[in-house]
């Protein structure tokens, strides 16, 4: 079992920045792929950014690419997500995942096996 803790959430005003940090179990954390998930109130989950094993390979949703960089340190089993240039929109609940087998689209939900319970950011205008 695999327990995935995020941290770091809280209130900014648009144009701030944020620095999530989600905190992953397990002795082959240098080989789980870790990804971010949000959930804006009334909508659905959505993808955020992911990062492959060893950190070299990482994706993000358009919606965030240039103002989001999601980064890990495996020696402290951590992944971060820097948020900049943040806007009212980025207002939701965003989740840690890990995926600890294999990865065909590291953009679907379905494709992780371990959540964290998420943290809140609120962007306010």
């Known amino acids: 079992q695999v327990q995935v803790v995020e941290s770091g959430g809280g209130s900014v005003q648009a144009g701030g920045s944020l620095r999530l940090s989600c905190a992953a179990s397990?002795?082959?954390?240098?080989?789980?792929?870790m990804g971010w998930f949000r959930q804006a109130p009334g909508k659905e989950r959505e993808f955020v950014a992911a990062?492959?094993?060893?950190?070299?390979?990482?994706d993000y949703a358009d919606s965030v690419k240039g103002r989001f960089t999601i980064s890990r340190d495996n020696a402290e089993n951590t992944v971060y997500l820097q948020m900049n240039s943040l806007k009212p929109e980025d207002t939701a609940v965003y989740s840690c995942?890990?995926?600890?087998?294999?990865?065909?689209?590291?953009?679907?939900?379905?494709?992780?096996?371990?959540w964290g319970q998420g943290t809140r950011v609120t962007v306010a205008s």
């Open positions: 397990g002795r082959t954390f240098s080989n789980y792929v």
């Open positions: 995942a890990a995926n600890t087998g294999s990865v065909y689209d590291s953009r679907l939900e379905s494709q992780y096996n371990y």
């Open positions: 990062i492959i094993r060893s950190g070299g390979i990482t």
